[in-house]
T-cell receptor, first 110, second 112 residues
Framework: GIQVEQSPPDLILQEGANSTLRCNFS?????LQWFHQNPWGQLINLFY???GTKQNGRLSATTVATERYSLLYISSSQTTDSGVYFC????????????FGTGTRLTIIP | ETGVTQSPTHLIKTRGQQVTLRCSSQ?????VSWYQQALGQGPQFIFQ???????GRGNFPPRFSGLQFPNYSSELNVNALELDDSALYLC???????????FGSGTRLTVV
């Protein structure tokens, strides 16, 4: 099945800094999503982005499907951005299941 | 539109017992997927239901079973609980017309 890898595994930043999270995937995809998991376990959908670029406030994401990677950008980080960020993808081949990466744990220090 | 709701939020069971977790899908979504998330790991796919039929299964033993009802809500049943079944169980709904998945807030199961 599809492999989804995320980097870095951990990131500690000062409030106000910018960050870039990366997701590599092994197959062509028909679905790619970025999620933020808060400390209570809730997975919040940030972007549905199998290709192209999207922006939502301080967050933006770009997926280059032909090169099999996606990037999540967070600008002017706030402490509420802390948590684990997951990338998840559905392969064009095989079962229609969403496969998650191992996540990036982001900690924003005031 | 209503989101995905899961119940209960927390549960403590004894090894060997059985448990049923419930999930109501988002309005307009006809597909439900269940995931297990152990501490410090990413969610792992258990199975998916579409129109009341199992539509894909991950690497989980048969003691993990499920149901989907005509209103697209779903149950996850786990028999003969083991200590390693302690985890956050997440339900997600989706629709073929919109491939985005929406997740519930999860059920945290502790097996003692």
């Amino acid at each position: 099945g599809i492999q989804v890898e995320q980097s870095p595994p951990d990131l500690i930043l000062q409030e106000g800094a910018n960050s870039t999270l990366r997701c590599n995937f092994s197959d062509s995809v028909n679905n790619l999503q970025w999620f933020h998991q808060n400390p209570w376990g809730q997975l919040i959908n940030l972007f549905y982005i199998p290709s192209g670029t999207k922006q939502n406030g301080r967050l933006s994401a770009t997926t280059v499907a032909t090169e099999r990677y996606s990037l999540l950008y967070i600008s002017s980080s706030q402490t509420t951005d802390s948590g684990v960020y997951f990338c998840a993808a559905v392969s064009n081949f095989g079962n229609e299941k969403l496969t998650f990466g191992t996540g990036t744990r982001l900690t924003i220090i005031p | 539109e209503t989101g995905v709701t899961q119940s209960p939020t927390h549960l403590i069971k004894t090894r060997g017992q059985q448990v049923t977790l419930r999930c109501s899908s988002q309005s307009g979504h006809n597909t439900v997927s269940w995931y297990q998330q152990a501490l410090g790991q990413g969610p792992q796919f258990i199975f998916q239901y579409y129109r009341e039929e199992e539509n894909g299964r991950g690497n989980f033993p048969p003691r993990f079973s499920g149901l989907q009802f005509p209103n697209y809500s779903s149950e996850l049943n786990v028999n003969a609980l083991e200590l390693d079944d302690s985890a956050l169980y997440l339900c997600a709904s989706s629709s073929p017309a919109n491939y985005g998945y929406t997740f519930g807030s999860g059920t945290r199961l502790t097996v003692v």
